[in-house]
């Protein structure tokens, strides 16, 4: 853990299915070391697009290295509400078709919340549902998934630290991102039946998967205030939580984002001026106004002592931007002065090189 700015441990990988393949590792393990010892697995499990490679690779360890899945209890943390468990976007069927056809688990051991509850039959239904869990020994390991908005399971912002499983109404912004797999966002059900936060937070162990764009509410959960508005960041109080995420989706982790801030680092041309733009898209100051105060309010006293005056750093910085300017932004072929101002080869990406 980089410490002081991640306060949940983070593995990260160059893809998802390095990322999924490690995962199913780790749930392989747990369910052999049961298995071993005559005791039933528990396992949470999630639905959307993050844990589809989860499922592939436990199906290819089921089907090459004989992981069995005979000793394995699973409950699924939500369904939409009022779905047929038959419908082609229920959770029920998004599990039998990538995860539960594929494995020799006992049918009887599978447990998803039925979206075909009455309404009025849905506060018992839930509070088995949590009794359930219970007298199965509790969730020996919870997968997850993150939303945009930062909710787990259906645990949308603004949940309770101390909710249980229960009939909750789904974001706006989730049903838009969940539209595409229904024909069109009216047909996104309103409701969905999540376990809730305390339900989550009961499992002996967490494993939350992250990939592409979900940068910024990774970092947000991570290195966050833990608040019921990033239902995620109270993950920061489980004892045995760990993000699993790619490449992609740790962009904004400020050990990337903000090197310098994390401890010390080599200043090359290109980590000062990374550093100083940032400073200054932060401050919203041009670069040539940043004054010493503003480099050693922002973390970079270092680069000070290393470099003496924070004018002469502005200007360095200035020059480069400058010459980054230019009519030709491919590059000019056959330029003269292979510099400035058009240069024979394309300048860096500054977007990404801001980063
Ligand atoms: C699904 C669930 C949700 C998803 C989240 C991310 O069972 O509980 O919290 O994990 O909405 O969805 P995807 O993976 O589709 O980006």
Not at 14 to 41: M, N, Q, V, W, Y
Not at 145 to 168: A, W
Not at 193 to 205: E, V
Request: proline residues 5%.
């Amino acid at each position: 853990m980089v410490d002081s700015f991640e306060k949940i441990p983070v593995k990260i990988f160059t893809t998802p299915k390095d990322g999924s393949e490690f995962a199913a590792r780790e749930i392989g393990k747990l369910i052999r070391s049961k298995e071993s010892k005559g005791e039933k697995c528990v396992l949470g499990l999630a639905t959307g697009s993050t844990p589809i490679s989860l499922y592939a690779s436990l199906v290819r360890l089921h089907q090459e290295e004989g992981l069995s899945f005979k000793n394995v209890v699973t409950f699924n943390l939500d369904e939409y509400y009022p779905i047929e468990p038959e419908a082609l976007q229920s959770y029920h069927n998004f599990m039998q078709r990538n995860l539960f056809s594929k494995v020799d688990i006992d049918p009887a051991n599978i447990n998803i919340p039925d979206g075909r509850v009455a309404k009025d039959k849905i506060k018992e239904y839930c509070q088995q549902y949590e009794q359930k869990i219970e007298a199965a020994g509790g969730i020996d390991l919870q997968v997850l998934g993150i939303g945009n908005n930062g909710h787990i399971g259906f645990n949308e912002p603004g949940s309770s630290r101390y909710s249980k499983t229960r009939l909750v109404t789904l974001d706006n912004s989730t049903r838009v991102a969940n539209a595409r797999e229904f024909q069109n966002i009216s047909h996104v059900p309103r409701m969905a039946i999540t376990m809730g936060i305390s339900t989550i937070m009961n499992a002996k162990r967490i494993i939350l998967m992250a990939w592409g764009l979900k940068a910024n509410i990774v970092q947000k959960s991570v290195e966050g205030h833990v608040t019921e508005h990033i239902p995620a960041s109270i993950l920061q109080q489980h004892n045995d939580c760990t993000f699993i995420i790619d490449e992609l989706a740790a962009t904004e982790l400020t050990r990337f984002k903000s090197p310098w801030l994390t401890g010390e680092i080599t200043w090359t041309p290109q980590t000062i001026r990374k550093a100083v733009v940032h400073m200054a898209l932060k401050l919203k100051k041009p670069v040539l106004s940043l004054t010493t105060n503003d480099y050693i309010d922002s973390g970079l006293g270092d680069l000070l002592t290393e470099f003496g005056d924070g004018y002469e750093i502005n200007l360095q910085v200035y020059y480069q931007l400058r010459d980054s300017i230019t009519g030709w932004p491919g590059g000019k072929p056959n330029a003269v002065i292979p510099n400035h101002p058009e240069r024979s080869e394309p300048y860096p990406n500054l977007l990404s090189a801001s980063r």
